[in-house]
C-alpha cells in the first residue's frame, strides 16, 4: 500500500509527552496512525519549560522510540506550545485603498492586517499570529473576503495571538535540541480544536476544553472564526495534589484512587472504600476513605476549572450563545460524570471530543492535541483553503522566524 511522507505530533505536555507518526493512504486519502508513545516528562511545570535538557532528554528519547516501534523514519515534526502565557488580544486596523480605481488588491488587505499588529504590548510579549475576524469596507462589516470589492476605506477586525517571549524561547531550545527537523510549533488549543471540532461546530459557535495535568486549554469560535483563546494554569493534577493532603498519603495513590473510585457528582453508594496499600507504604494494609468525601474533592477543583472557562467565555466577544455548547478533551475529561457536571455549571450543550479524519486512535482524549498536530500538517501540505479546520500558513512562518532566532 502507497504511503505519503511521514508527519510526527508531538504533544508537549505538563506530565508527559505524546507522540504519534501518522501517513495518508493515497488510495483511500485517509490519515492513519501507524505508530504512538506516550512517556513522562520532567523540566515542565505547568506547560512552561524550566529545565531545557530535561525537556529535550524526553523529547529524543520519545521520537526514537516512536520510529523504531512504528519501524519506519520521522519525516516531519510538530510540536505543541502551552502555558498560562499564551493570551489571545483583539485589535483592528484601518488603510486608505491604494489602486485608483478603488479597487481593493492583496496589498491593501496585507497593509490592513499590518496596521492592525500595530498596538501595545508589554515587555517580552509579542505576537505570534493574526487572525482576521471581519473586514469593514467603507462601513459595511461582515466581510470576508474583500479583495477585488471597491472601496476607499478598509478596515479589519483581527484576534491577535500573543506569546512571552523567554518562556517560547525555553520551548524551542529543548525542542530543536532533541529533533532539528522541528517545522512547527502550534498552540495546543489550536492543534486539539482542529482534530476534535467539526467546521459546522465552529460556525454555529462552540468552546472547546482542553483540560490536561497541569493547564486548561480554552477556544471559542464563532462563524467559522477563533474569537478568543486563553490557558489558565490549574490542571487534572490539581485535584491528584488536593485528594493526596486529604488522604495523607503520596501523588502516585491519589492518582490511582482519583482513577479507579473517582467521579464529579456523588450518587450514593458505599460510605467508605478501601485500597490496598503496597508493601513499601503499608505492609499490605488498606487505605479507608469516604467515597462522599472523595467526590467532595473533585467536584469542588472541577467547578473551579470551570469557573475560570465561564470568565473566558464572558470576555469572548460572542454575538451568540454557543449553540454547538462546550467540547471537552484532553486527559483531564475522564472522570465519571464530568458531562453532567459541566451541564450543571454553565448551563450549555456539553459533550466529550472525538478526533475526526483520523484512523488509530483509540483514545480520542487523551490523543487529541497530538492528532491535531498531525492533521493540521497534512492540511497545509496539500494546499488546502479550507478557512477553519487547517491552521494558518502565516502562523508557521512566523513561528519559524521566531524560533530560529532563538536558537543559539
Known sequence: MAKNHTICGLDIGTSSIKAIIASRDQE??????????????????????????????SITQALERLSSEAN??????????????????????????????????????????????????????????????????????????????QGQRLEVSVL?????????????????????????????????????????????????????????????????????????????????????????TDVELAEQIKKEFGSCIFSGGRRKEKIELSKDEGNGEQLSFSHKMLVKIIEARVCEIFDQVQKELKKAPLKGSLPAGIVLTGGGTKLPKMVELVKRELKLPVRLGKVHGMLGIDDDNLWSTAAGLALAAFDLDEGRSRSMPQLPQGFVRKMKGILQNFIP
Not at 486519502?29 to 519549560?49: A, Y
Open 72 to 149: 519506519c523514519k520521522i519525516d516531519d515534526v510538530y510540536a505543541s506550545a502551552g502555558g498560562s502565557h499564551i493570551f489571545s488580544v483583539s485589535s483592528h486596523g484601518t488603510v486608505i485603498v491604494s489602486r485608483a480605481d478603488q479597487k481593493i488588491s492583496e496589498e491593501d488587505v496585507n497593509r490592513v492586517i499590518e496596521a492592525a499588529k500595530v498596538f501595545p504590548l508589554p515587555s517580552n510579549r509579542e505576537i505570534l499570529e493574526t487572525f482576521p475576524l471581519e473586514f469593514i469596507v467603507d462601513g459595511q462589516g461582515h466581510i470576508k473576503e474583500p479583495q477585488n470589492m
Open 160 to 248: 491577535a495571538l500573543c506569546a512571552f517571549s523567554p518562556f517560547m524561547k525555553n520551548l524551542s531550545n529543548a525542542i530543536y535540541s532533541a529533533w532539528p527537523h522541528v517545522a512547527d510549533i502550534t498552540p495546543s488549543a489550536l492543534a486539539s480544536s482542529r482534530a476534535v471540532l467539526t467546521p459546522q461546530q465552529k460556525e454555529l459557535g462552540v468552546c472547546l476544553v482542553d483540560i490536561g495535568s497541569g493547564t486548561t486549554d480554552v477556544a471559542v469560535y464563532e462563524e467559522g472564526d477563533l474569537i478568543h483563546a486563553a490557558v489558565f494554569p490549574v490542571g487534572s493534577e490539581r485535584i491528584t495534589n488536593d485528594l493526596a493532603i486529604c488522604l495523607k
Open 28 to 57: 483511500n486519502q485517509v490519515l492513519e496512525v501507524i505508530g504512538k508513545v506516550s512517556l513522562p516528562v520532567f523540566g515542565i511545570r505547568r506547560g512552561v519549560v524550566f529545565r531545557t535538557e530535561d525537556v529535550s532528554k
